[in-house]
């Protein structure tokens, strides 16, 4: 499985544009009392809206939205869920290209 990785910052709101599998794909990475969100744009269209950013899970889950992967969070200091203090370092957004 090939992989990409997404440079975020350590900050609690924050919006990256990235081009994937020749598509616009925008996110929006917000941390709130109860976790760290995402929501997905692609090509301007909303097609994740709150997805919950968790260890090693999957946040889009939905192959039919035709992105061709999903977007891991993985924990590189052990096996802790996401929170904005410790993007680009500690935790570590991937693109895992499934087709």
């Not at 900050?11 to 794909?25: D, E, F, G, P």
């Not at 692609?42 to 090693?56: E, P, T, Y």
């Amino acid at each position: 499985m090939t992989q990409i990785e997404i440079p975020l910052s350590a900050a609690a709101s924050q919006t990256i544009k990235v081009i994937l599998n020749q598509q616009s794909v925008r996110l929006d990475v917000y941390q709130r009392s109860t976790g760290l969100f995402m929501n997905v744009w692609l090509n301007g269209a909303q097609v994740v809206a709150g997805a919950i950013c968790q260890n090693l899970n999957p946040v889009v889950h939905a192959d039919y939205l035709g992105l061709g992967g999903d977007f891991i969070f993985v924990d590189t200091q052990g096996s802790d869920d996401p929170t904005y203090d410790g993007l680009g370092s500690r935790y570590v957004l991937v693109w895992a290209i499934t087709s």
